[in-house]
């Protein structure tokens, strides 16, 4: 079972770089969940989305947007990229009450 | 503002003792979730508490949820070294979002 599949797993950008993480899942969850963690620290939400066509804001939107144009998929775009934004992002999916899935993560470095 | 505050942060215990971590939460929410995470690795889902008075127990783990102090508490009973890892709690205050705690990072040493 593939659960949820972030795209790449890896990446190194050079600042003002743009770029593109995909998050697909395959449990038909209505919810999707984007996440930036950093060192030494707990799941900061950056966006998410209680289904297809819809997507808000979490606790730091900024420098980043995201898309839900099918539902299986959850898409986190970073225009401009910044050092600020060097961590490592999960994507997770969820239905309602029922416990997040987590992808196995993005690392992103920005030089 | 939302708030998850877990303590302790850090928690070093020998094998065989018993420990309890604390989850205070600032909403009026009534579902808290445990997650787990190993170094290098992703979250894992532990427990889902979604009602007052709710405990649930897997293996050496156990938590509760009282909502009416905005406390959780995950107590771990005859610590093993493979219980190294840090657990995270999360309030979902409007069925939709997750709010985090910082997490407390478990070591638990021969």
């Known amino acids: 079972n593939a659960g949820v599949t972030q795209t790449p797993k890896f990446r190194v950008l050079k600042t003002g770089q743009s770029m593109t993480l995909l998050c697909a899942q395959d449990m038909n969850h209505e919810y999707m969940y984007w996440y930036r963690q950093d060192p030494g620290m707990g799941l900061r939400l950056i966006h998410y989305s209680v289904g297809e066509g819809t997507t808000a804001k979490g606790e730091v939107p900024d420098g980043y947007n995201v898309s839900r144009l099918k539902k299986q998929n959850f898409l986190l775009g970073l225009e401009s990229a910044a050092p600020s934004q060097t961590s490592v992002y999960f994507c997770?999916?969820?239905?309602?009450?029922?416990?997040?899935?987590f992808g196995d993560g993005t690392r992103l470095s920005i030089l | 503002e939302l708030k998850v505050e877990q303590n302790p942060l850090f928690l070093s215990m020998q094998e065989g003792k018993n420990y309890t971590i604390y989850c205070n939460y600032s909403?009026?929410?009534?579902?808290l979730y445990w997650y787990r995470q190993d170094p290098g690795k992703s979250l894992e889902s532990l427990f889902v508490?979604?009602?007052?008075?709710a405990v649930k127990q897997e293996g050496r783990l156990m938590a509760s949820l009282d909502t009416k102090a905005r406390l959780s508490t995950l107590h771990i009973t005859a610590a093993v070294h493979d219980l190294s890892a840090t657990y995270f709690c999360?309030?979902?205050?409007?069925?939709?979002?997750?709010?985090f705690g910082p997490g407390t990072r478990l070591s638990v040493l021969p």
């Open positions: 508490l979604l009602s007052n008075g």
């Open positions: 997770a999916s969820s239905s309602q009450v029922a416990p997040q899935h």
């Open positions: 999360a309030e979902s205050p409007y069925g939709q979002n997750f709010v």
């Open positions: 909403t009026t929410s009534d579902r």
